[in-house]
Protein backbone atom coordinates (compact mmCIF):
# COMPACT_ATOMS: atom_id res chain seq x y z
CA UNK A 1 0.00 0.00 0.00
CA UNK A 2 1.06 3.61 -0.58
CA UNK A 3 -0.44 6.65 1.15
CA UNK A 4 0.80 9.76 0.36
CA UNK A 5 -1.81 12.03 2.46
CA UNK A 6 -5.36 12.00 0.40
CA UNK A 7 -4.58 9.46 -2.17
CA UNK A 8 -4.14 6.13 -0.60
CA UNK A 9 -3.13 3.30 -3.25
CA UNK A 10 -4.14 -0.40 -1.92
CA UNK A 11 -3.49 -3.30 -3.45
CA UNK A 12 -6.85 -5.42 -4.22
CA UNK A 13 -8.08 -8.67 -5.82
CA UNK A 14 -10.74 -7.96 -8.90
CA UNK A 15 -13.25 -10.40 -8.87
CA UNK A 16 -15.49 -11.14 -12.30
CA UNK A 17 -19.17 -10.53 -10.99
CA UNK A 18 -20.35 -14.04 -10.68
CA UNK A 19 -24.25 -13.26 -11.03
CA UNK A 20 -23.29 -11.65 -14.64
CA UNK A 21 -21.22 -14.43 -15.42
CA UNK A 22 -24.42 -16.64 -14.67
CA UNK A 23 -26.67 -14.61 -16.92
CA UNK A 24 -24.31 -14.59 -19.60
CA UNK A 25 -24.76 -17.75 -20.33
CA UNK A 26 -28.33 -18.04 -19.82
CA UNK A 27 -28.31 -15.43 -22.44
CA UNK A 28 -25.86 -16.66 -24.32
CA UNK A 29 -28.28 -19.89 -24.14
CA UNK A 30 -31.31 -17.98 -25.47
CA UNK A 31 -29.22 -16.33 -28.63
CA UNK A 32 -31.45 -15.35 -31.41
CA UNK A 33 -30.13 -15.12 -34.43
CA UNK A 34 -30.94 -11.88 -36.54
CA UNK A 35 -31.35 -11.75 -40.47
CA UNK A 36 -28.47 -12.69 -42.62
CA UNK A 37 -27.48 -10.19 -44.55
CA UNK A 38 -24.64 -12.46 -46.68
CA UNK A 39 -21.11 -13.04 -45.42
CA UNK A 40 -19.34 -10.38 -46.32
CA UNK A 41 -18.18 -7.64 -43.72
CA UNK A 42 -19.32 -4.44 -46.10
CA UNK A 43 -22.78 -4.39 -44.40
CA UNK A 44 -21.49 -5.03 -40.19
CA UNK A 45 -20.80 -8.30 -38.91
CA UNK A 46 -21.74 -11.18 -40.66
CA UNK A 47 -24.41 -13.68 -39.14
CA UNK A 48 -22.51 -16.47 -39.69
CA UNK A 49 -19.12 -14.85 -37.75
CA UNK A 50 -21.45 -13.96 -35.14
CA UNK A 51 -22.99 -16.92 -34.45
CA UNK A 52 -19.71 -18.88 -34.20
CA UNK A 53 -18.26 -16.15 -32.06
CA UNK A 54 -21.42 -16.71 -29.69
CA UNK A 55 -21.11 -20.21 -29.58
CA UNK A 56 -17.30 -19.87 -28.36
CA UNK A 57 -18.44 -17.59 -26.06
CA UNK A 58 -20.64 -19.72 -24.48
CA UNK A 59 -17.86 -22.10 -23.67
CA UNK A 60 -15.38 -19.72 -22.53
CA UNK A 61 -13.42 -20.58 -19.41
CA UNK A 62 -14.18 -17.38 -17.15
CA UNK A 63 -12.42 -18.80 -14.32
CA UNK A 64 -9.03 -19.65 -16.46
CA UNK A 65 -9.71 -15.55 -16.77
CA UNK A 66 -10.03 -14.81 -13.46
CA UNK A 67 -7.03 -17.35 -12.59
CA UNK A 68 -4.76 -14.82 -15.15
CA UNK A 69 -6.36 -11.95 -12.86
CA UNK A 70 -5.32 -13.15 -10.06
CA UNK A 71 -2.06 -13.50 -11.06
CA UNK A 72 -1.11 -9.61 -11.80
CA UNK A 73 -0.34 -7.01 -9.43
CA UNK A 74 -3.49 -5.17 -9.43
CA UNK A 75 -4.46 -1.55 -7.10
CA UNK A 76 -7.25 0.52 -6.53
CA UNK A 77 -6.96 4.51 -6.45
CA UNK A 78 -9.26 7.19 -5.83
CA UNK A 79 -8.29 10.32 -7.45
CA UNK A 80 -10.58 13.10 -7.28
CA UNK A 81 -13.68 11.37 -6.14
CA UNK A 82 -13.08 8.80 -8.96
CA UNK A 83 -11.83 4.99 -7.97
CA UNK A 84 -9.68 3.82 -10.77
CA UNK A 85 -8.47 0.48 -11.01
CA UNK A 86 -4.04 -0.45 -12.04
CA UNK A 87 -2.23 -3.08 -13.21
CA UNK A 88 1.15 -2.52 -11.77
CA UNK A 89 4.02 -4.79 -13.04
CA UNK A 90 7.92 -3.97 -11.64
CA UNK A 91 10.88 -4.07 -13.55
CA UNK A 92 13.80 -6.41 -13.32
CA UNK A 93 16.96 -4.85 -13.64
CA UNK A 94 19.85 -2.09 -12.39
CA UNK A 95 16.84 1.01 -12.44
CA UNK A 96 13.56 0.49 -14.09
CA UNK A 97 12.37 3.45 -15.30
CA UNK A 98 8.31 4.05 -15.34
CA UNK A 99 6.50 3.84 -17.81
CA UNK A 100 2.67 4.79 -17.80
CA UNK A 101 0.27 3.25 -20.47
CA UNK A 102 -3.19 4.06 -21.64
CA UNK A 103 -5.53 1.35 -23.91
CA UNK A 104 -8.44 3.02 -26.24
CA UNK A 105 -11.58 1.80 -27.22
CA UNK A 106 -12.64 -0.83 -27.27
CA UNK A 107 -9.70 -2.51 -25.91
CA UNK A 108 -8.53 -3.19 -21.57
CA UNK A 109 -5.76 -3.31 -19.46
CA UNK A 110 -5.79 -7.34 -21.19
CA UNK A 111 -4.32 -6.41 -24.59
CA UNK A 112 -1.39 -4.90 -23.11
CA UNK A 113 -0.81 -8.23 -20.74
CA UNK A 114 1.27 -10.07 -23.38
CA UNK A 115 4.09 -7.31 -23.72
CA UNK A 116 4.24 -7.18 -19.80
CA UNK A 117 6.98 -9.53 -19.27
CA UNK A 118 9.24 -7.84 -22.37
CA UNK A 119 8.92 -4.70 -20.97
CA UNK A 120 9.34 -5.68 -17.38
CA UNK A 121 12.30 -8.15 -17.58
CA UNK A 122 13.94 -7.45 -21.20
CA UNK A 123 17.19 -9.95 -19.62
CA UNK A 124 14.98 -12.66 -19.65
CA UNK A 125 13.69 -12.20 -23.52
CA UNK A 126 17.15 -10.93 -25.00
CA UNK A 127 17.21 -7.66 -24.43
CA UNK A 128 19.34 -5.56 -22.52
CA UNK A 129 18.29 -5.33 -18.56
CA UNK A 130 19.02 -2.38 -18.23
CA UNK A 131 16.44 -1.58 -21.04
CA UNK A 132 13.44 -2.65 -18.55
CA UNK A 133 10.28 -0.99 -17.60
CA UNK A 134 8.13 -0.54 -14.49
CA UNK A 135 4.60 -0.79 -16.08
CA UNK A 136 2.15 1.01 -14.65
CA UNK A 137 -1.41 0.27 -16.33
CA UNK A 138 -4.75 1.72 -15.16
CA UNK A 139 -8.23 1.20 -16.34
CA UNK A 140 -9.59 4.05 -18.47
CA UNK A 141 -12.26 5.63 -16.00
CA UNK A 142 -15.90 3.87 -17.26
CA UNK A 143 -13.29 0.80 -17.99
CA UNK A 144 -13.37 -2.80 -16.93
CA UNK A 145 -12.71 -2.00 -13.28
CA UNK A 146 -12.54 1.51 -12.85
CA UNK A 147 -15.48 3.59 -11.53
CA UNK A 148 -17.50 5.83 -13.64
CA UNK A 149 -16.80 9.11 -14.65
CA UNK A 150 -19.48 11.67 -14.64
CA UNK A 151 -22.14 11.66 -16.82
CA UNK A 152 -20.75 13.50 -19.34
CA UNK A 153 -17.59 11.84 -19.16
CA UNK A 154 -14.24 12.58 -19.41
CA UNK A 155 -11.81 14.69 -21.82
CA UNK A 156 -8.51 13.16 -22.92
CA UNK A 157 -7.40 16.39 -21.04
CA UNK A 158 -9.11 15.16 -17.70
CA UNK A 159 -8.42 12.01 -17.23
CA UNK A 160 -4.18 13.11 -18.02
CA UNK A 161 -4.64 15.04 -15.02
CA UNK A 162 -5.97 11.65 -12.76
CA UNK A 163 -2.65 10.09 -14.57
CA UNK A 164 -0.54 12.77 -13.25
CA UNK A 165 -1.62 12.25 -9.81
CA UNK A 166 -1.36 8.58 -9.72
CA UNK A 167 1.79 8.55 -10.31
CA UNK A 168 3.34 11.15 -8.82
CA UNK A 169 1.15 11.64 -5.48
CA UNK A 170 -0.24 8.14 -5.55
CA UNK A 171 2.80 5.74 -6.24
CA UNK A 172 5.56 8.14 -5.75
CA UNK A 173 6.82 8.57 -9.20
CA UNK A 174 8.48 12.23 -9.55
CA UNK A 175 9.30 12.08 -13.11
CA UNK A 176 8.22 8.65 -16.49
CA UNK A 177 7.53 8.55 -19.50
CA UNK A 178 3.82 6.98 -20.92
CA UNK A 179 2.62 5.59 -24.10
CA UNK A 180 -0.75 5.48 -25.74
CA UNK A 181 -3.13 4.11 -27.95
CA UNK A 182 -6.31 5.13 -29.68
CA UNK A 183 -8.35 7.03 -26.98
CA UNK A 184 -5.05 6.49 -24.58
CA UNK A 185 -3.05 8.75 -27.29
CA UNK A 186 -4.89 11.26 -26.67
CA UNK A 187 -4.89 10.75 -23.01
CA UNK A 188 -1.23 10.72 -23.21
CA UNK A 189 -0.61 13.69 -25.79
CA UNK A 190 -2.17 16.05 -23.07
CA UNK A 191 0.10 14.75 -20.40
CA UNK A 192 2.93 15.59 -22.31
CA UNK A 193 0.83 19.01 -22.69
CA UNK A 194 0.43 19.80 -19.37
CA UNK A 195 2.78 18.24 -17.49
CA UNK A 196 6.12 18.35 -18.84
CA UNK A 197 8.32 18.53 -15.60
CA UNK A 198 6.94 15.21 -14.66
CA UNK A 199 6.71 13.35 -18.32
CA UNK A 200 10.15 12.80 -19.74
CA UNK A 201 8.54 11.70 -23.34
CA UNK A 202 5.95 9.64 -24.79
CA UNK A 203 5.15 7.24 -27.74
CA UNK A 204 1.94 7.31 -29.56
CA UNK A 205 0.73 4.07 -31.43
CA UNK A 206 -1.02 5.33 -34.46
CA UNK A 207 -2.73 8.61 -32.86
CA UNK A 208 -5.73 9.94 -34.38
CA UNK A 209 -4.62 12.97 -35.45
CA UNK A 210 -6.67 15.78 -36.27
CA UNK A 211 -7.17 17.54 -39.63
CA UNK A 212 -5.15 20.90 -39.88
CA UNK A 213 -7.28 23.75 -39.87
CA UNK A 214 -5.19 25.08 -42.51
CA UNK A 215 -3.74 26.50 -44.80
CA UNK A 216 -2.72 23.07 -45.88
CA UNK A 217 0.34 20.91 -48.00
CA UNK A 218 -0.70 18.53 -50.45
CA UNK A 219 -0.54 15.36 -48.21
CA UNK A 220 -1.99 16.84 -45.50
CA UNK A 221 -5.12 18.19 -48.07
CA UNK A 222 -4.63 13.95 -49.22
CA UNK A 223 -5.04 13.21 -45.79
CA UNK A 224 -8.32 15.52 -44.98
CA UNK A 225 -9.58 13.56 -48.18
CA UNK A 226 -9.15 10.42 -46.59
CA UNK A 227 -10.33 10.89 -43.32
CA UNK A 228 -13.59 12.69 -44.95
CA UNK A 229 -14.21 9.89 -46.87
CA UNK A 230 -13.31 6.86 -44.07
CA UNK A 231 -15.62 8.70 -41.89
CA UNK A 232 -18.56 8.96 -44.24
CA UNK A 233 -18.11 4.86 -44.38
CA UNK A 234 -16.93 3.53 -41.52
CA UNK A 235 -17.33 6.37 -38.37
CA UNK A 236 -21.06 5.85 -37.71
CA UNK A 237 -19.63 4.05 -34.15
CA UNK A 238 -18.16 7.12 -33.24
CA UNK A 239 -21.05 9.73 -33.93
CA UNK A 240 -23.59 7.15 -32.52
CA UNK A 241 -21.16 7.28 -29.67
CA UNK A 242 -20.62 10.81 -29.47
CA UNK A 243 -24.45 11.73 -29.60
CA UNK A 244 -26.48 9.06 -28.18
CA UNK A 245 -24.38 6.76 -25.84
CA UNK A 246 -27.57 6.01 -23.54
CA UNK A 247 -29.43 4.68 -26.25
CA UNK A 248 -26.88 2.25 -27.70
CA UNK A 249 -25.67 1.59 -24.43
CA UNK A 250 -28.94 0.20 -23.33
CA UNK A 251 -29.06 -2.79 -25.97
CA UNK A 252 -25.29 -3.42 -25.72
CA UNK A 253 -25.75 -3.92 -21.73
CA UNK A 254 -29.08 -6.10 -22.08
CA UNK A 255 -27.98 -8.22 -25.05
CA UNK A 256 -24.57 -10.34 -24.79
CA UNK A 257 -25.12 -10.70 -28.95
CA UNK A 258 -25.30 -7.23 -29.59
CA UNK A 259 -22.19 -6.29 -27.26
CA UNK A 260 -20.07 -9.28 -29.49
CA UNK A 261 -21.37 -7.41 -32.57
CA UNK A 262 -20.77 -4.41 -31.63
CA UNK A 263 -16.88 -5.11 -30.28
CA UNK A 264 -16.55 -7.21 -32.11
CA UNK A 265 -16.93 -6.09 -35.36
CA UNK A 266 -14.64 -3.31 -34.95
CA UNK A 267 -11.53 -5.41 -33.24
CA UNK A 268 -11.57 -7.48 -36.82
CA UNK A 269 -11.77 -4.45 -39.14
CA UNK A 270 -8.82 -2.87 -36.94
CA UNK A 271 -7.05 -5.83 -36.03
CA UNK A 272 -3.64 -6.65 -38.15
CA UNK A 273 -4.72 -9.49 -40.06
CA UNK A 274 -1.86 -12.96 -39.93
CA UNK A 275 -1.11 -14.40 -43.55
CA UNK A 276 -4.00 -16.66 -43.46
CA UNK A 277 -6.51 -13.34 -43.29
CA UNK A 278 -7.37 -14.08 -39.75
CA UNK A 279 -7.24 -11.02 -36.85
CA UNK A 280 -3.89 -11.16 -34.78
CA UNK A 281 -6.20 -10.04 -31.96
CA UNK A 282 -6.50 -13.73 -30.62
CA UNK A 283 -9.87 -15.37 -30.09
CA UNK A 284 -9.41 -16.31 -26.74
CA UNK A 285 -8.71 -12.46 -25.92
CA UNK A 286 -11.20 -11.37 -28.20
CA UNK A 287 -13.35 -13.12 -25.60
CA UNK A 288 -12.24 -12.19 -22.33
CA UNK A 289 -12.32 -8.81 -23.28
CA UNK A 290 -15.75 -9.04 -23.56
CA UNK A 291 -16.36 -11.03 -20.52
CA UNK A 292 -14.63 -8.03 -19.04
CA UNK A 293 -16.92 -5.56 -20.42
CA UNK A 294 -20.25 -7.37 -19.61
CA UNK A 295 -19.03 -8.57 -16.02
CA UNK A 296 -18.17 -4.85 -15.48
CA UNK A 297 -21.17 -3.69 -16.83
CA UNK A 298 -19.23 -1.17 -18.56
CA UNK A 299 -19.86 -0.95 -22.38
CA UNK A 300 -22.09 2.03 -21.44
CA UNK A 301 -19.51 4.70 -19.62
CA UNK A 302 -16.99 3.22 -22.23
CA UNK A 303 -18.22 5.11 -24.77
CA UNK A 304 -18.77 8.49 -22.84
CA UNK A 305 -15.13 9.49 -23.81
CA UNK A 306 -16.36 10.42 -27.38
CA UNK A 307 -19.40 12.08 -26.14
CA UNK A 308 -17.16 14.33 -23.93
CA UNK A 309 -14.56 15.03 -26.75
CA UNK A 310 -17.43 16.28 -29.06
CA UNK A 311 -19.27 18.67 -26.02
CA UNK A 312 -16.73 19.57 -23.54
CA UNK A 313 -15.23 22.42 -24.01
CA UNK A 314 -11.38 22.04 -24.91
CA UNK A 315 -11.14 18.80 -25.70
CA UNK A 316 -9.42 19.13 -29.07
CA UNK A 317 -5.53 18.85 -28.93
CA UNK A 318 -4.80 22.83 -29.92
CA UNK A 319 -2.00 23.13 -32.98
CA UNK A 320 -0.17 26.41 -30.83
CA UNK A 321 2.25 26.05 -28.27
CA UNK A 322 3.78 22.77 -28.92
CA UNK A 323 4.85 20.66 -26.06
CA UNK A 324 8.41 20.32 -25.57
CA UNK A 325 8.54 16.96 -24.78
CA UNK A 326 9.95 14.00 -26.99
CA UNK A 327 7.35 12.58 -28.58
CA UNK A 328 8.09 8.81 -30.86
CA UNK A 329 5.60 8.38 -32.83
CA UNK A 330 4.31 4.71 -34.39
CA UNK A 331 2.03 4.14 -37.37
CA UNK A 332 0.96 0.78 -37.38
CA UNK A 333 -0.46 -0.55 -40.31
CA UNK A 334 -2.31 -3.87 -41.70
CA UNK A 335 -6.05 -3.78 -40.88
CA UNK A 336 -8.56 -4.99 -42.65
CA UNK A 337 -9.96 -1.34 -42.79
CA UNK A 338 -7.23 0.64 -43.25
CA UNK A 339 -6.91 4.03 -41.39
CA UNK A 340 -5.78 7.62 -43.10
CA UNK A 341 -2.64 7.16 -42.59
CA UNK A 342 -1.20 10.88 -41.94
CA UNK A 343 1.67 12.92 -42.75
CA UNK A 344 4.84 13.32 -40.37
CA UNK A 345 4.45 17.19 -41.25
CA UNK A 346 0.87 16.89 -39.82
CA UNK A 347 1.64 15.62 -36.73
CA UNK A 348 4.50 18.22 -36.00
CA UNK A 349 1.50 20.77 -35.58
CA UNK A 350 0.78 19.11 -32.78
CA UNK A 351 3.92 17.57 -31.13
CA UNK A 352 7.56 17.70 -30.71
CA UNK A 353 8.19 14.60 -32.86
CA UNK A 354 11.45 13.44 -32.58
CA UNK A 355 11.08 10.30 -33.96
CA UNK A 356 8.65 8.55 -36.60
CA UNK A 357 8.11 5.22 -37.69
CA UNK A 358 5.84 2.98 -39.99
CA UNK A 359 5.04 -0.22 -40.06
CA UNK A 360 3.06 -2.80 -42.45
CA UNK A 361 1.68 -4.78 -39.22
CA UNK A 362 0.30 -4.14 -35.90
CA UNK A 363 -3.22 -2.51 -36.68
CA UNK A 364 -4.90 -0.78 -33.76
CA UNK A 365 -3.92 -3.41 -31.61
CA UNK A 366 0.06 -3.59 -31.58
CA UNK A 367 0.54 -4.61 -28.08
CA UNK A 368 -1.21 -7.83 -29.19
CA UNK A 369 -0.78 -8.05 -32.87
CA UNK A 370 3.28 -7.30 -32.49
CA UNK A 371 4.35 -7.31 -28.95
CA UNK A 372 8.31 -7.51 -29.65
CA UNK A 373 7.80 -4.74 -32.34
CA UNK A 374 6.21 -2.43 -29.63
CA UNK A 375 8.53 -3.39 -26.78
CA UNK A 376 11.84 -3.03 -29.17
CA UNK A 377 10.03 0.48 -30.42
CA UNK A 378 9.72 1.68 -26.18
CA UNK A 379 13.26 0.68 -25.30
CA UNK A 380 14.43 2.72 -28.20
CA UNK A 381 12.31 5.54 -27.78
CA UNK A 382 12.84 6.29 -24.52
CA UNK A 383 16.90 4.65 -23.54
CA UNK A 384 18.06 8.29 -24.21
CA UNK A 385 15.54 9.36 -21.03
CA UNK A 386 17.28 6.98 -18.78
CA UNK A 387 20.47 8.90 -17.82
CA UNK A 388 20.22 11.92 -15.28
CA UNK A 389 20.25 15.25 -17.89
CA UNK A 390 17.70 12.62 -20.07
CA UNK A 391 15.25 15.04 -21.58
Known amino acids: MHDDGGLRVVDERCRLDTDALR????????????TDLGAAWKRGVPRGWLDALVADWRVFDSDALQMRLDALRQQRAEVAGIALHVVHA???????????????????F????????????????GADPADAFTVVVPSLPGFAFSGPPPPTGMTGRQVARLWHELMTVGLGYDRFVAHGSDLGAGVTAWLARDQPDAVA?????????AV???????QEEDFARAVQDWTAEEGGYMHEHATKPA??????????????AWIGEKIVAWSSTRPDGSPAFDRELMLATLTL???????????LPYWAHRHLPGAALPDVDVSPVPTSISIFGGERVPFPKPPRALAE?????????EHPTGGHFPAVAEPELLARTLRDAFRPMRSPDGR
Open 23 to 34: ELVRRLDGYRTS
Open 90 to 108: EGRGPSPLPLLVTHGWPGS
Open 110 to 125: LEYLPILPLLCDPGAH
Open 201 to 209: AIHLATPGL
Open 212 to 218: APGPRSE
Open 247 to 260: TLGAGLSDSPAGLA
Open 293 to 303: YWATETITTSL
Open 349 to 357: RYYNVTSWA
